[in-house]
Structures are given as structure tokens and as C-alpha cells.
């Protein structure tokens, strides 16, 4: 009754929802605030406003409190899904085995809706341009309108589509040239701080010594040859693998900022306020470590409040595998501030220089008698008491504004098997070589390495959205016929990193959310490819009754 509306919402992106609510109800900005809850997962499925303005309606037309929950099917029905790719790629090459020229046409299937089909148009074009140095690059691509459900943004946003078909591509490419797929790749991709075709530096990007490692530790030549000497009979083996790349943000398309506030408290524990978004991802617990590192606190006292319109500074949402990148580095530029200002207090406590002084373990100490120190309990009462001649908050508030665009690599390693008289295909292994800068927390970036699998490996085999092409319909909405990846389905997976820290990353580190899926699907099915004596596989999901078809045309 007051005018002023409050949305709890599982949103990838608030002040964004904050903005569009606001203005389908004709609301000033400052009357709707939007606060994320606590979810454990996205995906990308969360990033566009969907029923929070009907809630928000209701609930002004009845003074009462509105909650829309939805079950499983009409999730299935309202939700974004990835889009339906038909992608062509043509490539010219050199007699030794160069990218000479390569063109790639990819139309997507946006559904009713436009949604974010332009913009993963878009996003395929950038990704397309970044892992080989091939420099005459072609890519056209158009989303379209069908009379079917709203894609959208999904985890790899137009990534897994591009990378699949460009992967499986050089891998029949190999096989045409009789070259190895590893050595193919190493003639082609990108070198560290080499420009690429639309002359940007590519900073620190070691994709080929993710192939080359990746190689070694999976033992590719000798399980690739062993793999081929058991293609007769039912059950054929097949090894297989493909490179991928994701950036770190929106530049340099669009400008990419977000701001962090820190403020200390009195008991020498501190609160960080960030509008970024943690869906799972463990964004808060990584800020928390970036910005404990700089104020030599612990994160278990560092307090992370999270995307709240009225509460948290402006960001600009969980996509574009931006959090750690851009969050991280206005993380970092907070920190430094309070840190300095907690110097600059500290050293006046001790009747001493900023330069004479040195933090270590929540104290302020003299650098030449460790015996003379303050704590930051200490500091923060002397600045609200004023001693330092006025009263003052220990507070920090930056904006990191994104000027670099840095991407993470992945090569990915699979041995399959499959089952020539039902079509299953059985995932034995898969072993991906990330480079994503330096690991801040091993555990998250396991488990971001884990999810990333999973999905692929159902976009790859078993994950297919299917629709009644006379009512636009889908007739699978539930997890019965809609079939995904079981627990008890999973490869063993073999996660190696190659931690080389990025100059422009916090503290060196890159992002893994999406790149964790983009390289899945083609390894999976270059490895299937190669159980079936290098059959061209030009669909996905490789499901049993397409790879029965593809068995039963070879005989």
C-alpha cells in the first residue's frame, strides 16, 4: 500500500529484471526492488524476465503477496531452451595441412519468440574467430522464428552448437588428409599473444598446450591405434577428441563493469556488497577469497550480500562467464582501497609512516618491530572516533571497468563404446585439459568441470527437446521421456589443468562455467565417428535410433 513492490526471484540478472518490471507496470525504478534467492543453479534459463511482472501485478491488484511455482511440465513449456542449430562449415586447406580459408553458415531456431537468438548469432561469431589462425574467416548467421518453444540463452550460449560442428568437421578433415586430429589441431590454433584473424591479441591462451598435455595423459596415439583394432564384432571402440574456447565477459561487444563496495566492521570482520549473482556457482565464496587475499582476512570473515536492487551496487549479471573475471578484479580494486585505508589509519595509531607499516593477520605492524602493531579491531575505533582529526567509515567502493577481452581453453579427450545393435553409445572415459588461468578454489572448479560434462554429455547423446511440428507442442516434458545423463551413466573423468595465470585475470584466473560444456559434444562424437570407421555423423544427439540408421546404411 505504500507503492512499492518487492520481487524475490531466481534471477541470473536483477537490476535488469528490476528495470523491465518496473516498466511493464509503469513504475519509477526506485518503487520495484527485485532480490535474488537462493538457487542452485541457472544456467542461462534464468537470464530473461518471464512471470515476475504477473506476480508483481497480482500482487498490486490484491495487496496480497503472490508466489508462481511452476511444475515440471509447464517449466518444460515456458523455459528457454538452447537453440536448434543447422550449421555448414567449408574449409580450405594448405597441402601441408594449414587453415588456408573457412566458411560457416549457422542458422538457429530462435522458436516464437525473437528472445536471445539475435545475440547468440552474435555470439557465435565472436567464438568462431578465436581458435585458429586462419586468416580468411567467413561466418553468416541468422536466428529464425518458428512455431515452436522460445530458445534462448543455455550454458555455452551458441558455444556447443559452433564448436561441435567446426570440431567433427577437422576431424573428417584429418581423416581426408591422413593426419592425426592432435597433429591438426597444433598446425592450426592460436599461440600465446598472437593476433587472430580480426587482429586482436589473444593474451594468454594455451590451447596448444592443453592439446599437447591433454595428449600425453590421455596416451591419445596409442589408445587411439588400440581403439581402432577393436572396431568388428558388436561392441567397437572409439577414441576421439576436440578443442573449445569461451571469453570472459561482454567486451569487447558491449562495455562490461560492475561495481563492489567493503565495509569493515567494528569487530575487525568485514561485509562485501556485489549485484553479481551466485546460482551455484560459488561466486560468493570466490569473492570472499579474492578480497580476503588483498585484507589478509579469512573469507569466513568476509560476509557476501548479493544482488539486491536496493541494497547491492549495479552489475550487469551471472552470463558471458564474466563473475570471477570482471567481479573478481573489482574485488580486488576494493580490497586495495580499504586495505590502503586501513594502512593509512593504522600507521597513524603507531606514530608511524604508511610506508614503515604492514599488514599480517588482521593487524597493522611495524615492519622493523613486529612487537609494535594494531589491530583492525583497533583501527576501525580510532576512524569512528576520529583521532585521525574526524570521524570516518572504513569503507571502499571501485568499479572495475573491462578493457581486455581473455578467453579459457579446454581440449578434451573420450573413449566411447558402442553398441552396433541397439546404438548405445557407453562414455568410458573423458579427460578435458582446461586452461583457465590460475585456480583460485580447486573444489568449485572440479565441481564447474563435473556440471559442464554432464550437460555435454547429454547434448552429445541423449538430451533432444522433441515437438510436434503441427502444434508446435513438445511431447516430452518430463524427465521420463526427456531423457538425461544419470548419476550411474557418468564416465570417469579425468580433470587436468594448465595453470598458467592470465596477466589481466584476478589474481590470474579465468573463467570455467561454459567452456566446462563447449568441448564436450564434438569429442563425443568425433569418438563415436572413429568407433564407426570414421563415419560422418552430421546430427545431434546421437541417439540410439540414428546411430542404428547410420549402422545399418554402412552395411
Not at 109 to 132: C, E, H, R
Not at 215 to 241: C, H, I, P, S
Not at 316 to 327: D, E, H, N
Request: proline share 3%; charged share 20%.
Amino acid at each position: 500500500r505504500e507503492g512499492k513492490l518487492t520481487i524475490w526471484s531466481s534471477s541470473q540478472n536483477v537490476f535488469c529484471f528490476r528495470d523491465v518490471i518496473a516498466t511493464a507496470l509503469e513504475l519509477p525504478q526506485n518503487k520495484v526492488r527485485v532480490i535474488k534467492t537462493v538457487s542452485g543453479g541457472a544456467f542461462g534459463g534464468k537470464l530473461e524476465v518471464m512471470h515476475e511482472p504477473v506476480a508483481g501485478f497480482l500482487a498490486m491488484k490484491t495487496y496480497r503477496p503472490v508466489k508462481i511455482l511452476l511444475d515440471r511440465k509447464e517449466t518444460f513449456v515456458s523455459s528457454r531452451c538452447r537453440h536448434e542449430a543447422i550449421i555448414t562449415v567449408s574449409t580450405g586447406m594448405s597441402k601441408d595441412g594449414k587453415i588456408v580459408a573457412q566458411h560457416v553458415k549457422s542458422y538457429l531456431n530462435t522458436g516464437a519468440y525473437a528472445g536471445a537468438g539475435p545475440n547468440t548469432v552474435g555470439a557465435q561469431s565472436g567464438k568462431m574467430f578465436i581458435l585458429y589462425n586462419g586468416r580468411k574467416m567467413f561466418y553468416r548467421g541468422a536466428s529464425f522464428y518458428t512455431n515452436a518453444p522460445n530458445a534462448g540463452a543455455m550454458r555455452g550460449y551458441g558455444c556447443p552448437q559452433i564448436m561441435a560442428a567446426r570440431e567433427t568437421h577437422t576431424d573428417q578433415i584429418a581423416v581426408k588428409m591422413g593426419i592425426d586430429p592432435v597433429e591438426l589441431r597444433l598446425k592450426n590454433v592460436v599461440r600465446p599473444y598472437e593476433e587472430n584473424c580480426m587482429g586482436n591479441n589473444m593474451h594468454n591462451a594455451r590451447v596448444a598446450e592443453c592439446i599437447e598435455t591433454g595428449a600425453r595423459l590421455f596416451d591419445w596415439k596409442n589408445r587411439r591405434k588400440k581403439a581402432g583394432e577393436l572396431q568388428t564384432g558388436r561392441y567397437r571402440r572409439g577414441v576421439g577428441m576436440d578443442i573449445a574456447v569461451h571469453g570472459n565477459g561482454w567486451y569487447p561487444v558491449y562495455q562490461d563493469l560492475t561495481t563492489i563496495t567493503i565495509k569493515m566492521n567494528n569487530d575487525g570482520t568485514a561485509v562485501l556488497l556485489t549485484g553479481t549473482h551466485d546460482l551455484g556457482t560459488g561466486a560468493r565464496t570466490i569473492l570472499a577469497q579474492i578480497a580476503g587475499e588483498v585484507l589478509e582476512l579469512s573469507p569466513e570473515h568476509i560476509e557476501v550480500i548479493e544482488a539486491d536492487t536496493d541494497v547491492t551496487p549495479l552489475d550487469l549479471g551471472a552470463q558471458a562467464s564474466r563473475t570471477t573475471y570482471v567481479g573478481g578484479n573489482a574485488a580486488i580494486l576494493a580490497a586495495k582501497n580499504l586495505r590502503n585505508q586501513l594502512i593509512s589509519e593504522g600507521a597513524s595509531i603507531l606514530k608511524l609512516k604508511s610506508s614503515e607499516v604492514q599488514i599480517k593477520d588482521r593487524l597493522v605492524i611495524s615492519i622493523n618491530d613486529p612487537k609494535i602493531s594494531c589491530s583492525y579491531t583497533d583501527i576501525v575505533a580510532s576512524a569512528q572516533a576520529g583521532r585521525n582529526g574526524h570521524q570516518r567509515d572504513l569503507t571502499a567502493t571501485e568499479t572495475f571497468e573491462s578493457i581486455n577481452s581473455i578467453d579459457s581453453y579446454v581440449a578434451v579427450f573420450t573413449e566411447v563404446e558402442v553398441d552396433t545393435e541397439t546404438g548405445k553409445v557407453r562414455v568410458i572415459e573423458i579427460s578435458p585439459t582446461h586452461n583457465s588461468g590460475r585456480i583460485i578454489n580447486p573444489l568449485l572448479f572440479e565441481g564447474q568441470v563435473n556440471g559442464g560434462i554432464h550437460m555435454g554429455l547429454g547434448y552429445a547423446l541423449s538430451e533432444e527437446m522433441l515437438i510436434d511440428s503441427s502444434t508446435g507442442r513438445i511431447t516430452n516434458p518430463n524427465f521420463k521421456k526427456y531423457k538425461m545423463f544419470k548419476a550411474v551413466d557418468m564416465p570417469k573423468i579425468n580433470i587436468t589443468t594448465i595453470e598458467s595465470p592470465e596477466e589481466a585475470g584476478p589474481f590470474g584466473a579465468k573463467s570455467i562455467g561454459e567452456c566446462a560444456t563447449d568441448g564436450v559434444a564434438g569429442a563425443i562424437v568425433n569418438a563415436v565417428s572413429h568407433a564407426l570407421g570414421n563415419v560422418k555423423l552430421d546430427r545431434m544427439p546421437l541417439t540410439e535410433e540414428y546411430l542404428k540408421t547410420v549402422i545399418k546404411t554402412q552395411e
